[in-house]
Every structure is written in structure tokens, then in C-alpha cells.
């Protein structure tokens, strides 16, 4: 045998691709994009997949509705998760297709007593969500999303607050030293540049009209009363709110030959678009039921009721064992699940940090990632060997272009996904997903190639 057939080599998938393929990742692309600019939040994700889901014939779900072979439903969990399912011709005692990934991703979260007047100008007080490089996010445009409850007339009123993506619409900055004054900040560690209480959002000048003798803050008042006649909130309404700010910039093609995609918030949309697409896009009943979860609070360690440790996966699929008159832990036994999250791409720009054997690269394809965590893999599910070959399989047979992954050297650093607690619920599962380049970033970038062979792999996944 030769050492081409005996060594592995990850090579750039631009050599395997079929004709269909070059167009396909191109066309995938643009739909992409255009889902990343509308669901810069969780709930924002949530309304576009379930509107997506809907127009392919999928259709909201509860424990008293019927469930024959080829439906396809939903379920949406606090309207910040959702989790989609078309149902097989095989019973739920020999297991689904599950893919999970999360919709959440790094951000500016704006705090429940946010508003001030300070020499002049309005800001609102912040508390940064998920993993961040802190100085990545001053001097930026950005975007405010995200929902008031208020209480009318003895009852909850959810409003939606979205300012900074439309023509015309203001945007909102966190303002940061100009180098000439800024000796004894740059001497600083990289954390502690810019520090964590100094990520305020500036949001007004102009102080108010009205007459109030009572009011020293002028501006604070302005600044409330244009937000009463927007969305008939007091201050007090903050408490009740969820809001944050995401950066405003538009997804775009990167390069001269468009074959990267920057934008924000790929981790983990670039996983959970294509988990779902693929879903949407079965055109035969599958043998085993797909299932497709989507949750939050991942960047922040998947706890509360709408991360990946909450019970509302297990309501969701015990509601559909019932159905079947199957027992949930048989289900869970035989079910097989990718745990769809990203992988760092190796970055020739930091050589230092990687290990270059193992680390994803960019256009190289679909990554498997066997194991995740820290030092001694802690926090990681490990995948078998069994499993790892009986996805190698289903890639190998459905042509997909895929590689393996790892996150840097060893000691590096590292990090997890919610691979853990789908395993600990007794089901295989293996890391999948698309090398990302600059993650966790404002600004994050990936190959168009890696996108598209995701949205393959899975579709090739729940078919098996």
C-alpha cells in the first residue's frame, strides 16, 4: 500500500468538491447569512427557526396531540429554546437521530437598575454574559434586543425592544481611552484593560424639556421619557427586562473570493442553522425519529431552565415516549446524538497555541471532536471508539468532506459544550461542528466549505 493510503492527511476540501457542491455552498451561504443578522439573541433564533419550521410543514406540539410516522413538529421552551422532531418509521424504543446545539452566544447584557447621568451623558450599567476578551467590545456599533415585561392592568405585558438594525435606526457605543492618555491602561494584563465595570453603554446627551424642579438628572429624563413613549416603560420596568446589546455589524462575505463568512454570533448559529435545516429539509420519512435541540445558557454553563441541564429535554422526549407507550431510558439507550458546537480553527497567526495535527482547520470540512475540556480532559464526555468509527461510516458512504478536531495544546487553556450532559443522560455522543476562526469575538469568521458540509453531514446523520 502507499503512504497516501495509509497516512492521514486533513486536506482542503476545495479538491473533493463536486460541481453541485461549489454552487450548493454558495446558495447555503446566503441563507445563512441572512438568519444571523435576524437572530442575534436566543429569542430572536427561536421565532426565526420556528417560522422557518412552520413553512416546511412543521407544526407546534403538545402531549395531547396525536404522532404518526412523518410528522413533523415543535415544541418551544420559554421562548428561548426550541426543540424540532420528524418522526420515524421505527419505534423510539430503538433510539433517534439527536442533534443539540445552542443558540446563545456572547454578548453585553444591559443590568436591572442600568440608567445614569454622568457629567453630561446617559449610559446604561452592564454585566458581560459567556467568555469575552472585554477591550473586544468598546468602540464598536451596537445593537439593542430583547424584551420588557411589564405589568398593565394586572397583567404581563411582553414588549420587544429592538434599536440598531434598521436604516436609519441610532446605534449605541461602550466609549474607551484615546492612546494618548492611555499609558497606565495599556501597561495592564489583557484582562484587566478594560475592566468589567467599565462596559457602559453610552445612550444620550440632550437633556429633557419638561419642567421638574425635582429633577436634577435632565438627560436620565429624557432618555426615560423617550423610552415611555416608545414602549410605556418606567424605570422601574427594568427589573421585569431582558435586554442586551449585540454588536450591529451585518454578516458579509470575507476575502476576495468570498470564501469565508464573518459576522457575529457564528458560535453557535453556525451549528445550529444546519442542525435544523437539514431537519427541515429531510424529503423522506427517516427510519429513526430526527430530533434537533436547541437551547441556551451554554456560554454560561447550561443551567436554568432553558439550558441544556434543565429537564425540558427529557419532558419534550418522555411526552413523545408516551405516545408510543415507550419507556424513556430505552429511548435514550439506543439513541445516537452529535453534539453540534464549534471548534476553533488553527490560526496561523497564533501557531503557538495549537497543535496543528489535531486542531480543525479551516475549508477542511465537517470536524468530529472526540473529546473536549481542559488539562486532564476535564469536563468531557469522551466519545467511544465505537462511536467515533460509526460516524466515520456515515460521512465516509454520504461523500461527506469531514476532519477531526481538538482544542490547542494540551495545558493550553481549553473549554466544553453540552456534549456532557447529553451523555450523562445515557445517550452516545460525539462533538461535531464548524471550526471557527477569531472565536468569541465581536467578529467571528468561518469557510463557506465547513458551513455547508455541516448542513450535509447532518442531513447524512439523521438518514442513518
Keep these: 500500500m502507499t503512504s497516501e493510503q495509509l497516512f492521514y492527511d486533513k486536506k482542503t476540501g476545495f479538491d473533493r468538491l463536486t460541481e453541485a457542491d461549489r454552487q450548493g455552498i454558495q446558495t447555503y451561504a446566503e441563507g445563512y447569512k441572512t438568519f444571523l443578522d435576524e437572530a442575534k439573541t436566543e429569542r430572536d433564533a427561536v421565532k426565526e427557526i420556528a417560522r422557518m419550521a412552520e413553512a416546511k410543514g412543521f407544526r407546534a406540539w403538545t402531549r395531547d396531540d396525536t404522532l404518526r410516522a412523518g410528522d413533523k413538529i415543535y415544541r418551544i421552551n420559554r421562548h428561548k429554546g426550541i426543540m424540532l422532531a420528524v418522526i420515524g418509521e421505527k419505534s423510539l424504543a430503538e433510539g433517534v437521530r439527536l442533534t443539540a446545539a445552542h443558540l446563545d452566544a456572547p ?53 420587544e425592544v429592538r434599536v440598531g438594525d434598521k436604516p436609519g435606526d441610532p446605534k449605541f457605543v461602550i466609549t474607551d481611552l484615546l492612546p494618548h492618555l492611555a499609558a497606565n491602561q495599556m501597561s495592564r494584563k489583557a484582562t484587566e484593560i478594560v475592566k468589567g465595570e467599565g462596559l457602559n453603554i453610552l445612550v444620550g446627551s440632550v437633556p429633557s424639556e419638561t419642567v421638574d424642579e425635582k429633577c436634577s438628572e435632565k438627560i436620565k429624563l429624557a432618555v426615560m421619557e423617550h423610552l415611555n413613549r416608545e414602549y410605556g416603560m418606567t424605570e422601574a420596568d427594568f427589573l421585569s427586562a431582558e435586554l442586551c446589546c449585540v454588536p450591529a455589524f451585518g454578516a458579509c462575505d470575507i476575502g476576495f473570493d468570498r470564501s469565508f463568512v464573518g459576522a457575529y454570533g457564528h458560535d453557535d448559529r453556525v451549528c445550529s442553522y444546519p442542525a435544523a435545516t437539514s431537519l427541515f429539509d429531510l424529503t423522506e420519512t427517516p427510519a429513526h425519529t430526527g430530533v434537533c435541540l436547541l437551547v441556551d445558557k451554554e456560554e454560561i454553563g447550561s443551567d436554568g431552565v432553558t439550558g441544556m441541564q434543565s429537564r425540558a429535554f427529557e419532558t419534550f422526549m418522555g411526552d413523545l415516549c408516551r405516545a408510543q407507550d415507550v419507556l424513556l431510558d430505552e429511548c435514550f439507550e439506543n439513541s445516537v446524538c452529535l453534539s453540534a458546537d464549534v471548534c476553533n480553527a488553527f490560526d496561523p497567526n497564533y ?56 482544542l490547542g495544546r494540551v495545558d493550553q487553556g481549553g473549554g466544553g459544550t453540552v456534549a456532557m450532559y447529553l451523555a450523562n443522560r445515557n445517550i452516545d455522543t460525539v462533538d461535531a461542528g464548524v471550526p471557527v476562526l477569531s472565536m468569541h469575538a465581536p467578529f467571528e469568521c468561518i469557510a463557506k466549505l465547513d458551513l455547508y458540509m455541516a448542513y450535509k453531514g447532518f442531513g447524512a446523520f439523521y438518514k442513518d
Design 107 to 159: 454578548r453585553v447584557d444591559i443590568r436591572t437598575v442600568p440608567l445614569y447621568e454622568d457629567n453630561g451623558m446617559a449610559f446604561f450599567k452592564t454585566h458581560y454574559y459567556g467568555g469575552i476578551k472585554k477591550y473586544q467590545w468598546t468602540t464598536i456599533p451596537l445593537e439593542l434586543r430583547g424584551v420588557v415585561c411589564v405589568c398593565d392592568k394586572g397583567e404581563v405585558k411582553r414588549i
Design 351 to 406: 501557531p503557538e497555541v495549537s497543535e496543528k495535527r489535531n486542531d480543525a482547520r479551516a475549508n477542511c470540512g465537517f470536524a468530529l471532536v472526540k473529546y473536549t475540556g481542559a488539562r486532564g480532559k476535564s469536563g468531557t464526555s469522551d466519545a467511544t471508539a465505537e462511536l467515533m468509527a460509526r460516524i466515520r461510516c456515515i460521512f465516509d458512504k454520504a461523500g461527506i468532506i469531514w476532519q477531526t478536531g481538538q
